[in-house]
């Protein structure tokens, strides 16, 4: 799995978006990027995935580069609730072995 | 409502003793997996298991036992816990259609005394 760099820790002040960007320069062709959130102590949460298109979902989008060496997820709007731990992650979406490597994330917290 | 259900939430117990966590899904995923988190370290897998009977070792089986006898079931025993077993889990699940889509349950949180 190509490996990801994030930044350790953001802020973001609510109602405004939030955009937190993630380096993969060493990503393959068939490897997509995947973002989950743990919020404190609770189980991880599947968020988003793409490959090379710009995706949506009711909760967030994604945005990835031409190149596909990074990309940005966004929560439009972030909320309190949206504080969290937010890993970006990239593999291949068949055939893959092994467990999913969450790394260190960003901290995203959300001021009122 | 699609979960994965993991019990006890919380378990205080003493070196030796042998304990099981339980872990639930009714999504009917084939994929089921153990993690621990511990501060400094993030999420390191312990086991997982693609589909009923075949379980295989993540990064950080030793002192961990699983069992895959039922599709929607995967406990996690500890036959004889350590305090180096304080930790909290989680199970995942997923379907082997997507199997990087986890869906987690919310944690167990051992302490080992």
């Known amino acids: 799995d190509a490996k990801t760099t994030q930044p350790p820790s953001m802020d973001c002040a609510e109602g405004r978006a939030a955009n937190l960007p993630c380096n993969h320069s060493t990503i393959s062709g068939n490897e997509y990027v995947y973002w989950y959130r743990q919020i404190h102590s609770q189980g991880p949460q599947y968020i988003i995935h793409g490959l090379k298109n710009n995706e949506t979902n009711e909760m967030a989008s994604l945005i990835i580069t031409e190149d596909r060496k990074s990309s940005t997820l966004i929560l439009p709007h972030a909320t309190l609730r949206d504080t969290a731990v937010y890993y970006c992650i990239v593999r291949v979406e068949w055939g893959s072995q092994g467990n999913l490597i969450f790394g260190k994330g960003t901290k995203l917290s959300v001021k009122p | 409502e699609a979960q994965v259900t993991q019990n006890p939430r919380y378990l205080i117990t003493v070196t030796g003793k042998k304990l099981t966590v339980t872990c639930s899904q009714n999504?009917?995923?084939?994929?089921m997996s153990w993690y621990r988190q511990d501060p400094g370290l993030g999420l390191r897998q312990i086991y997982y298991s693609m589909n009923v009977e075949v379980t295989d070792k993540g990064d950080v089986p030793e002192g961990y036992k699983v069992s895959r006898k039922e599709k929607r079931n995967f406990p996690l025993i500890l036959e004889s816990p350590s305090p180096n077993q304080t930790s909290l889990y989680f199970c995942?699940?997923?379907?082997?259609?997507?199997?990087?889509?986890?869906?987690f349950g919310a944690g167990t949180r051992l302490s080992v005394l």
């Open positions: 995942a699940s997923s379907s082997k259609l997507a199997r990087n889509i986890q869906y």
């Open positions: 999504m009917n995923h084939e994929y």
